[in-house]
C-alpha cells in the first residue's frame, strides 16, 4: 500500500520558509498547513493588532510632542531634582517595539493572504505581550504626569490630518487583496458577509473622513497673512544657557523681534532672570553654597546670585544636544555666564531696538519684598533707556496702579478673556498656549486689534499652523530653527483639496474592485482545475509546487515500482489511489512506469 511520507518531496520555496520560519519557527515544510488557524492563534493576532495600533497612536504622539520635549524633561525635573533627558529612553523604546510589531504585523498578513495556517512562535507571544502591557503603562502614565500635552494630538491633526487619511486610504485599499482573499476562500457565507461589511464599512468612513477634516491651511493663498513675528523665549535656549547674556545674544543673531524671560526678585530687591524656583538646575549653587541648593531664588541677595556661574550646567548636561555643535570660542563664553537681572536685559533690548516681554513671578509671603516685587520690577523700567511702549507688561496684580504709574507699557494677559473685558482692562496683546489659540478666536481677537502671541512654538509644522490660523507672533525655544521657514509647509485651497479628495477615492474603488474581481476569477479558475478532488496533502503541493518537477515525478515512478515489485499491481490493490482522491494522475503516472516494465 502506498504511504504518503515519501511524497513529501517539494521544491524548496525560501520565500515561504523564512514567512512561516520567522513567524512561528516552522522551517520544515511538510510543518505547515492550509487548515484555518486555531482560536487561540486568532487571539494572538488580535493581540498583536491591538500592540500594533496602540505603539501607532503612541509613535505619533511622540513624534508631535517634540516641540515640548524640553517642557517634559523640565517637568522630570522638578520631581526627581536631577536633569536627565527622559525622552531618549522612551524614543528608543518605541521605535524598537513598533518597528519588531509592524514586522509581525506584515508576516501575519502575508500568512493571511498566502492561506499558510497561523502559529506565533512562543517567543514571539511573550515579547508582543510585554510590549502590549508596557505602552499601556506609558499612556496611563502619560496621563497623570502630563495629561494636557494630550492636546497636542488633536492640533497636529489639523496639519497632518488630509496626509494622514490618504496613508490610512492607501493603507485599507491595499488591505483589500488580503480581504478578497479571504472572502472567496472562506466557504461559510455568513462569515463572508460579516468579513465584507465590516470592511466596506471601514472603507466608507475614509472615503466620507474629508468631510470633518478642518485645518487652518486649506485656503486660499491671498488671504495668507504676514509672517509670524519670533520672540525668543529665554533668548535661544538651544543654543545657549537660557536666561544668559549669551543666550539673548544668540536670539538677536536670528532675527528675532523681541526677548521673553521669567522674572524673579531678590531678596534686597533686584529683579533677575530664572526661571526655576530654586537655583540648582542652573547655577553652581551646591558648590558656592552647599545646603541652600534647595532654597527658594528669591531668598538670595543678589551679591550671591552674581557670584553663581550660570553656563557650567549647560555644558554638562547639553539639554538639546547641541554643545556637540558649539566652537571653541563658544564653550569657553558659555562657561563664564553669570545670572542675568532684569536691568541687563533691558539695556539690551534697547541698544538693538527690540521690545521685552516678561512674567513676574511674587516672592513668597515671608519674603521682604512680597508687597513690593511689582514696584521693584517698575523702578527697574524706569530706570532704563529702553522705551516703555516696548515693554509687554504680563502680571495681571496691579494693572491698574501699573498703568498709572507708566501708561506707555503694553498691557499683555496670558488668560482668555472676552474682548469686550480685554478693553476695559487696556490690554492689546493675548499671550496664550499653543492649545488654546483656536483659530475662530484668532480672527475675532485680530478683528478686534487684539494681537495674539503663541508659546511655546519650536517645530516648523507648528509654526506653520499658527501662521495659517493668522497669529501675530510666536514664542520660541528654536528661533534659529524657525528662521528656516519663509513659508508655511503645505498650504492648498478648498478646491485643490476637494480634487485629491476625490481622485482618491476613485483610485481606491477602482482598486478594490479589481482586486476583487480578479480573486474570484483566479478562484474559478483553481475550481474549473479540479482541485477540489485532491487530498489535503496534494493541496499543499500545489499551493508551492504549481508544475511537478522532475524529482518528484521520479519519485513517483520509484514507489509504484516497489509497490509493483511486492506484489501491488492489481486492479483491486492500485484502487486505493482513487480512495485517496489521487485518481487524476493515478492512470497517467501508473500506467506509464507500467508499460515500460512490460517492454523490458
Known amino acids: 500500500m502506498v504511504k504518503h511520507q515519501p511524497l513529501q518531496v517539494y521544491e524548496r520555496q525560501l520565500c515561504l520558509s523564512c514567512l512561516t520560519g520567522i513567524y512561528g519557527c ?32 503612541w509613535s505619533y504622539f511622540w513624534l508631535e510632542a517634540r516641540n515640548d520635549y524640553n517642557e517634559f524633561n523640565w517637568l522630570l525635573y522638578n520631581r526627581s531634582a536631577v536633569w536627565k533627558d527622559g525622552t531618549v529612553p522612551i524614543l528608543t523604546t518605541t521605535l524598537t517595539g513598533f518597528t519588531y510589531t509592524a514586522f509581525l504585523m506584515i508576516l501575519a498578513l502575508c500568512h493571511i493572504a498566502l492561506g499558510q495556517q497561523l502559529n506565533l512562535y512562543w517567543i514571539h507571544k511573550i515579547v508582543v505581550l510585554a510590549i502590549l502591557l508596557t505602552t499601556i503603562t506609558g499612556v496611563v502614565s502619560i496621563d497623570n504626569f502630563w ?62 473622513v474629508p468631510l470633518f477634516i478642518s485645518s487652518p491651511c486649506i485656503m486660499d493663498l491671498s488671504k495668507l497673512g504676514p509672517r509670524p513675528a519670533v520672540i525668543g523665549r529665554r533668548g535661544a535656549p538651544m543654543l545657549a544657557p537660557e536666561h544668559t547674556i549669551m543666550s539673548f545674544s544668540k536670539a538677536l543673531q536670528q532675527k528675532v523681534t523681541a526677548l521673553e524671560a521669567d522674572v524673579t526678585i531678590s531678596l534686597d530687591g533686584v529683579p533677575f532672570l530664572m526661571r526655576d524656583r530654586t537655583l540648582r538646575r542652573t547655577t553652581n549653587v551646591d558648590k558656592l553654597f552647599p545646603g541652600r541648593q534647595d532654597h527658594d531664588a528669591s531668598f538670595f541677595n543678589w551679591t550671591e546670585i552674581r557670584s553663581l556661574n550660570a553656563g557650567l550646567w549647560f555644558l554638562r548636561d547639553d539639554p538639546y544636544w547641541t554643545v556637540q555643535y558649539m566652537s571653541e570660542k563658544d564653550r569657553n563664553r558659555t562657561a563664564n555666564q553669570t545670572v542675568c537681572s532684569l536691568a541687563e536685559l533691558l539695556r539690551l533690548a534697547a541698544r538693538t531696538n527690540r521690545s521685552v516681554i516678561f512674567s513676574l513671578r511674587r516672592p513668597p509671603p515671608q519674603h521682604p519684598r512680597h508687597q513690593l516685587w511689582v514696584s521693584d520690577a517698575l523702578k527697574v523700567i524706569q530706570r532704563s533707556s529702553i522705551l516703555p511702549e516696548q515693554v509687554m507688561w504680563t ?115 477602482a482598486i478594490v474592485i479589481g482586486i476583487f474581481i480578479f480573486q474570484n476569477y483566479h478562484l474559478i479558475r483553481w475550481k474549473m482545475s479540479g482541485m477540489r478532488s485532491y487530498n489535503p496533502e496534494q493541496i499543499m503541493l500545489s499551493a508551492v509546487v504549481r508544475r511537478p518537477s522532475r524529482d518528484v515525478n521520479l519519485m513517483k515512478e520509484k514507489l509504484i515500482f516497489s509497490e509493483i515489485n511486492n506484489g501491488v499491481g492489481s486492479t483491486d490493490e492500485l484502487s486505493v489511489y482513487t480512495g485517496n482522491g489521487l485518481d487524476t494522475y493515478a492512470r497517467d503516472d501508473i500506467m506509464m512506469p507500467a508499460r515500460h516494465a512490460s517492454k523490458l
Open 147 to 208: 495629561q494636557d500635552e494630550w492636546d497636542i494630538v488633536v492640533i497636529s491633526l489639523q496639519f497632518t490630518g488630509p496626509f494622514l487619511h490618504i496613508g490610512a486610504l492607501a493603507a485599507v485599499t491595499a488591505l483589500g487583496w488580503v480581504i478578497a482573499g479571504q472572502v472567496v476562500r472562506v466557504e461559510r457565507s455568513r462569515l463572508q458577509v460579516v468579513m465584507l461589511v465590516i470592511y466596506v464599512s471601514v472603507l466608507l468612513v475614509l472615503y466620507l
Open 395 to 509: 502680571p495681571d496684580w496691579y494693572r491698574k496702579k501699573v498703568r498709572a504709574a507708566v501708561p506707555l507699557l503694553q498691557q499683555t494677559s496670558d488668560e482668555k478673556l472676552p474682548v469686550a473685558e480685554l478693553k476695559e482692562r487696556g490690554i492689546s496683546t493675548l499671550t496664550l498656549h499653543y492649545s488654546q489659540a483656536r483659530a475662530q478666536d484668532i480672527r475675532q481677537f485680530s478683528g478686534s486689534n487684539v494681537s495674539v502671541n503663541v508659546y511655546p512654538v519650536n517645530e516648523p509644522w507648528l509654526y506653520s499652523l499658527m501662521w495659517c490660523s493668522g497669529v501675530q507672533s510666536v514664542s520660541s525655544d528654536a528661533p534659529h530653527i524657525l528662521k528656516k521657514v519663509p513659508n508655511p509647509i503645505w498650504i492648498m485651497s478648498a478646491d485643490e483639496y476637494g480634487l485629491i479628495w476625490i481622485t482618491s477615492d476613485l483610485i481606491s474603488v
Open 26 to 57: 516552522r522551517w520544515k515544510r511538510y510543518q505547515r498547513s492550509h487548515d484555518d488557524s486555531s482560536k487561540w492563534e486568532c487571539s494572538w493576532f488580535f493581540l498583536l493588532c491591538c500592540s500594533f495600533l496602540l505603539l501607532l497612536v
